[in-house]
């Protein structure tokens, strides 16, 4: 088993590679961190992760990612984070449920504009060039 030898994008030292992308010095400080985040969670259920992460600087996206990996469900603790539209609790994605169906309708409803402005240019094109004639073929 060999793995890549590269530098740590954490640390800049230099180490091989089998996956974990960071160093094992960083691996086991995030590992660290994230027991504190686990534990401090636990012990304060109700906190904001604005709060986490003033309390035990650790990124916000490994505090999604625990939130996505269900780590703060182990220990009791349903957390959520906002969605980046309407501030509803949501455990995974960006959005919530609501905002990404909004806006699946309204990249649809755009797409369905162009298609139907594309139409009556054709349309109005084709008057002019006896396009019937092509179509009848
Ligand atoms: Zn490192
Ligand atoms: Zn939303």
């Known amino acids: 088993m060999s793995g ?3 530098n740590c994008p954490r640390c800049g030292k230099l180490f091989a590679d089998y996956g974990a992308h960071i160093c094992r010095d ?3 400080k995030e590992r660290e961190l994230e027991s504190v985040v686990v534990n401090y969670v636990r012990d304060h259920p109700k ?5 986490i992460i003033e309390e035990t600087g650790a990124h916000e996206t490994m505090i999604k990612r625990l939130i996505r990996e269900g780590r703060f469900e182990q220990v009791g603790v349903k957390m959520t ?3 980046e539209k309407c501030g509803a609790p949501i455990l995974t994605g960006k959005i919530c449920a609501q905002c990404s169906e909004k ?3 309204e990249v649809q ?3 369905s504009q162009i298609v139907a402005a594309r139409q009556a240019a054709n349309a109005a094109r084709g008057q ?3 396009s019937k004639d092509i ?3």
């Open 4 to 6: 890549k030898v590269k």
């Open 26 to 28: 960083c691996e086991d």
């Open 47 to 51: 906190c904001k992760i604005a709060e």
């Open 81 to 83: 984070y906002p969605c």
């Open 103 to 105: 806006m699946r309708k």
């Open 109 to 111: 409803g755009q797409a």
């Open 128 to 130: 002019g060039m006896h």
């Open 135 to 137: 179509k009848g073929r």
